[in-house]
């Protein structure tokens, strides 16, 4: 049976005289005030999810690289301005990795490294920039990197083989790069609030593809070839 404890919208502002059991392996700190946790916490090398969402957290101890048995991990709407590098050695982290609604003002290149993470969701932070090399990132199904500041997507997106779902809306894209043509398994690709102005036609090569949105890009050219998506039945929004 998993030892969980749940803690979530209590209005904790510490975890003083909050017992931790050595044996947790479900911690949800969901929806509290906490500015910090205890080094206690980094020790508990049983858990497999750690909900710390919606807090008050400023950093990361890099004593979570002791975690290696955790699959979900969600640090979303906090004040957090760096991820410790750590985290990429958190080979264990399968299911979920949710980091978004920070201060982040760049990618944390450590995250590249975990290579059996199918979801990554890394919203609404401040991040212009990716690492050029994504390939590391090689179970990813679903990316989420809308509400930041990036320019330019690099080519080595086009590694990501089995990603399904791509999502960078409210961003200040005025391009992509053809790799992109490679993403053979995608099904969803969102696009709006960019400032595109032109489609790779390497994106004619992604025949699973269902729903394409390209709305408020007010300077796009379309391509004459959307007009073969919809026949085939892909939802293109525009």
């Known amino acids: 049976m998993t030892t969980r404890l749940e803690l979530s919208g209590q209005g904790l502002t510490s975890l003083s005289g909050v017992p931790l059991p050595a044996s947790l392996e479900y911690l949800d700190l969901y929806d509290n005030r906490l500015t910090s946790v205890p080094d206690d916490l980094w020790s ?123 999502h960078l809306r409210k961003n200040r894209l005025t391009s992509l790069p053809s790799s992109i043509g490679e993403l053979s398994e995608l099904r969803q690709l969102d696009l709006r609030e960019n400032r595109l102005v032109s489609l790779p036609s390497s994106l004619t090569r992604l025949s699973k593809l269902d729903k394409l949105d390209l709305r408020w890009n007010k300077d796009l050219r379309e391509p004459p070839w959307l007009a073969d998506f919809e026949a085939r039945g892909c939802m293109v929004l525009r």
């Open 44 to 166: 508990l090398t049983g858990l497999r999810v750690l909900n710390l969402a919606t807090n008050r957290l400023t950093s990361v101890s890099p004593a979570i690289g002791a975690l290696r048995r955790l699959h979900t991990l969600d640090l979303g709407h906090n004040e957090l301005t760096a991820l410790p590098d750590e985290l990429g050695e958190l080979a264990g982290l399968t299911e979920y990795l949710y980091v978004s609604d920070n201060e982040l003002t760049e990618f944390p290149v450590a995250l590249c490294s975990l290579g059996r993470l199918k979801y990554l969701g890394c919203t609404d932070n401040r991040i212009s920039k990716l690492p050029e090399d994504l390939s590391g990132l090689t179970a990813l199904r679903e990316l989420r990197l809308y509400g930041n500041g990036l320019t330019e997507i690099p080519e080595s997106l086009g590694t990501l083989s089995t990603l399904r779902e791509l």
